[in-house]
C-alpha cells in the first residue's frame, strides 16, 4: 500500500501563532488527500478533501480561512492552522486515496496549542 | 452519508476468533463496506473491503449479509497486536470515496 508521512509528528506552539503540517505520499502521486482531526477519545472527523492544483473541499461546519490547504503537487499536502488557540489542540491525520478502494493513513501530528 | 451501528467494545482472549459486529440497514446499492483499526496515537490501517460477497485477507475474513444491512469483520486468531479500534465504514466511490468514520469498536484481548 502507498506510504504516508507526516511532519511534524508533535509541535507545541503559543496560542495566537500559526502552524504547518505536511502530508507526504512517498511512492504514491495522489490527486487527493484527505484531512482529518481527531480529539482524545473521539472518533476521526473529517476536514477536508485537497485536491491537486485546486482548491480543497471543506466538510460543514470547518472553517476554512482559519484550515488552510495547500495541495501544490502529487506528493504534498500542507494543513496550516492559523492563529491556532488551546481548543485547537487535537491530533491531525492525513490520508491518500489510492484505486479509489483504500486509503492510507498518516501517522498522524500531534498539535498542543499552549 | 449512510450510517452504521457498533458495539462500543468488546473483549477477546488471545488466539481465539473475534467477531466484530456492524449494522447499516441504510446501505445503498453503491457503497462499499470498509474496515480500518487504529491503534493507540497512530493513524488508522485498512483491514478489508467488500460490496457484497464475503472477502478474505491476510488479516482478516468480512462476512457480509445477504440483504447487505450487516456485517461482521473476523479476526481468526486475536493477538496482543489487534487490540484497536476497529470501525465500519460506508463509503460511496461516487462521492469522491471520502471516509465519514462512526465510533466503532475498541477491542481489547486478554492474555
Known amino acids: 500500500g502507498a506510504v504516508v508521512s507526516q511532519h511534524p509528528s508533535r509541535v507545541i506552539c503559543k496560542s495566537g501563532t500559526s502552524v504547518k503540517i505536511e502530508c507526504r505520499s512517498l511512492?504514491?502521486?495522489?490527486?487527493?488527500m484527505f484531512w482529518y482531526r481527531q480529539f482524545p477519545k473521539q472518533s476521526l472527523m473529517l476536514m477536508a478533501t485537497?485536491?491537486?492544483?485546486?482548491?480543497?473541499?471543506?466538510e460543514q461546519g470547518v472553517e476554512k480561512d482559519k484550515f488552510l490547504i495547500n495541495h501544490a503537487s502529487l506528493t504534498l499536502s500542507t494543513l496550516t492552522v492559523t492563529s491556532a488557540h488551546p481548543e485547537d489542540s487535537s491530533f491531525y491525520i492525513c490520508?491518500?486515496?489510492?484505486?479509489?478502494?483504500?486509503?492510507?493513513f498518516g501517522p498522524g501530528t500531534r498539535l498542543t496549542v499552549l | 452519508d449512510a450510517k452504521t451501528t457498533q458495539p462500543n467494545s468488546m473483549e477477546s482472549n488471545e488466539e481465539e476468533p473475534v467477531h466484530l459486529p456492524c449494522n447499516h440497514s441504510?446501505?445503498?446499492?453503491?457503497?462499499?463496506i470498509h474496515w480500518y483499526r487504529q491503534l493507540p496515537s497512530q493513524g488508522p490501517e485498512y483491514v478489508i473491503h467488500?460490496?457484497?460477497s464475503n472477502v478474505n485477507n491476510r488479516m482478516a475474513s468480512l462476512a457480509i449479509a445477504e440483504d447487505r444491512k450487516s456485517s461482521t469483520l473476523i479476526l481468526h486468531r486475536a493477538t496482543l497486536r489487534d487490540a484497536a479500534v476497529y470501525y465500519c465504514?460506508?463509503?460511496?466511490?461516487?462521492?469522491?470515496?471520502?471516509?465519514?468514520f462512526g465510533q466503532g469498536t475498541e477491542l481489547s484481548v486478554k492474555p
Open positions: 465504514i460506508l463509503r460511496d466511490n461516487n462521492q469522491g470515496g471520502k471516509l465519514i
Open positions: 441504510t446501505i445503498s446499492g453503491t457503497d462499499y
Open positions: 467488500g460490496l457484497t
Open positions: 511512492d504514491f502521486q495522489a490527486t487527493t
Open positions: 490520508s491518500v486515496g489510492q484505486f479509489e478502494d483504500t486509503q492510507y
Open positions: 485537497s485536491n491537486e492544483g485546486s482548491k480543497a473541499t471543506y
